[in-house]
């Protein structure tokens, strides 16, 4: 009798631990569906890598960054939450967490949205793209020095020049070592104040010039080489240089109208180092030559050629534009002499500063056509174009056999601001 009230006992007991475990299980899961969804929030998968993370994070900020949309509460917002997800998802130990037990769960372990609450979102953006982060971890104003700039060339099509794209570009570039914060220490009990300078950097020397005369001089510490600080164990992920290779991308946007040459500055996007601020990513546009188009400011210029019998009786011809969806209608009903310049107004390249304004307005575009004539002609053919051309009630230009060819009025020459010259409004 007994033994069986203690086995009875016993089961009730396993009953009741197995209970608490399930209960504790799915109060993680309630708490971790009714918190923030941070994946979502960045738009990744749960078994999303840091790469996507950060890509997404970069991607989304820059878009929904306060400068950007001004007066836009909900991008505001949008923003904070972002560099929160990304806070959280981008430390594996956090991130460990957050998937277990939700967001109660990093509040009960002092982590983000804690006690401690979120670092500035303003910062965090900083990291990737720049800017003024305030103070450094000892809450001290920083003031290092910056960094130099890294210049890259891109080329670009015409095409991409006139409707705008964004490219994405691969680069690789040093961190800070994201372990150590920059020390090299593999924790902070390994970094120890230099015993030959003290921790100055500094160290005095004495010279001794002659009986009774020494010399004093400052000169850097070569024990700590200046740094006023030895580091004991290095940090295993840098090896104690502090810093390393990552893989990064940067969304370079090209916007409508820019110009061969023009740059596109990433500041703070260059090598990091903890002794300086990094310096910026310079892009420079180079425009590729494109196959019928040449460009001068926003102007753009091509040439055609026609036949002489078009040059004489007028011809209707089109060409593609540069946004390789229109076509230019070229129309002319009169005489079209050699080096004749057409002008279509408002179908040249965009203005850049005024689309960035909002209201695009566009350049000319100069068509210069060239007449192809006959290789040879038949006797018939001669006294045929002879006996058109010999009439007497036939008006010829002005020009004459006599005018040098470096005049402004030449033969077979007529600028747009000439009478002769078409103009299509």
């Avoid at 509040?107 to 982060?133: E, M, S, T």
Wanted: hydrophobic share 30%; net charge negative; charged share 25%.
């Amino acid at each position: 009798m007994f033994a069986s009230s203690k086995w009875h006992a016993s089961q009730l007991l396993r009953a009741a631990v197995a209970a608490l475990c399930i209960f504790t299980l799915l109060t993680g899961l309630a708490s971790a569906a009714a918190g923030k969804d941070y994946y979502n929030i960045l738009g990744v998968s749960r078994d999303a890598s840091q790469q996507e993370i950060k890509r997404q994070y970069k991607t989304l900020s820059r878009k929904h960054h306060p400068d950007k949309n001004p007066g836009d509460e909900k991008a505001h917002e949008r923003f904070i939450e972002l560099a929160q997800a990304y806070e959280v998802l981008s430390d594996d130990e956090k991130r460990e967490i957050y998937n277990r037990y939700g967001e109660e769960g990093l509040k009960n372990q002092g982590g983000p949205g804690g006690g401690g609450g979120f670092h500035d979102p303003f910062d965090i953006f900083a990291q990737f793209f720049g800017g003024h982060v305030r103070f450094n971890q000892r809450g001290g104003a920083r003031a290092k020095p910056q960094g130099p700039d890294v210049h890259i060339r891109i080329p670009v099509s015409l095409l991409e020049l006139y409707t705008g794209t964004e490219i994405e570009v691969d680069i690789s570039k040093q961190m800070i070592c994201s372990h150590c914060d920059g020390s090299g220490a593999a924790s902070s009990d390994d970094i120890k104040t230099c015993d030959v300078c003290g921790g100055n950097g500094m160290r005095i020397v004495k010279q001794v010039l002659g009986p009774g005369i020494v010399q004093q001089m400052q000169t850097t510490c070569d024990e700590c080489n200046g740094k006023g600080k030895k580091i004991a164990k290095p940090c295993p992920h840098c090896k104690g240089t502090r810093v390393h290779r990552e893989a990064d991308f940067l969304a370079v946007r090209v916007e409508p109208g820019m110009a061969d040459g023009e740059q596109i500055v990433f500041e703070g996007e260059a090598d990091q180092h903890p002794d300086h601020e990094p310096g910026s990513v310079v892009f420079n546009l180079q425009q590729q030559k494109h196959s019928i188009f040449e460009r001068h400011g926003d102007n753009l210029h091509a040439e055609v050629t026609i036949t002489l019998l078009e040059a004489l009786v007028g011809f209707s011809h089109s060409i593609v534009h540069v946004d390789e969806k229109t076509h230019i209608q070229l129309k002319r009903t009169s005489v079209t002499p050699p080096g004749f310049i057409h002008k279509l107004q408002g179908k040249g390249m965009p203005h850049h500063q005024r689309a960035s304004a909002g209201s695009t307005k566009y350049g000319d575009m100069f068509v210069t056509y060239w007449i192809q004539f006959p290789k040879s002609l038949d006797s018939g053919s001669k006294k045929q174009i002879e006996s058109v051309l010999s009439k007497a009630e036939i008006e010829w230009d002005g020009s004459s056999s006599s005018t040098k060819l470096g005049s402004v009025h030449h033969r077979g020459q007529q600028a747009p601001s000439e009478p002769g010259a078409h103009e299509e409004l």
